[in-house]
């Protein structure tokens, strides 16, 4: 079975910046899309951003748009996620998933697979 551990998570000044990383291991990770994404207290999950296996391209919540960027290491397993010009909006757990059919997707019930989340909390 394999695993996804996200970390970088913590606390932030609105304005500020967070550098989240997720680490795959156990399945093909060079071979399947993957993304982030986030539940606020009260509030569903919701798609944050993501990119195929080949990561030539981005996708982004309108929410974040312009101020988050996701990047993948294939070679090392690793997904990233850069968070600039936080807002208290932005205040979540934070999760990786993987896309059960390899393709991607902004729709979450195709994620199977999830790690345990990070918590980030934007406050002065």
């Known amino acids: 079975q394999g695993q996804l551990v996200e970390s970088g998570g913590g606390l932030a000044q609105p304005g500020g910046s967070l550098r989240l990383s997720c680490a795959a291991s156990?399945?093909?990770?060079?071979?399947?899309?993957m993304s982030w994404a986030r539940q606020a207290p009260g509030k569903e999950r919701e798609f944050v951003a993501g990119m195929p296996w080949s990561g030539s391209t981005a996708h982004y919540a309108d929410a974040v748009q312009g101020r988050f960027i996701v990047s993948r290491d294939n070679a090392k397993n690793m997904l990233y996620l850069e968070m600039n010009n936080l807002k208290p909006e932005d205040t979540a757990v934070y999760f990786c998933?993987?896309?059960?059919?390899?393709?991607?997707?902004?729709?979450?019930?195709?994620?199977?697979?999830w790690g345990q989340g990070t918590q980030v909390t934007v406050s002065s």
């Open positions: 156990g399945f093909a990770f060079v071979n399947t899309a």
């Open positions: 998933a993987r896309v059960r059919t390899g393709y991607f997707s902004t729709n979450l019930q195709l994620y199977d697979f």
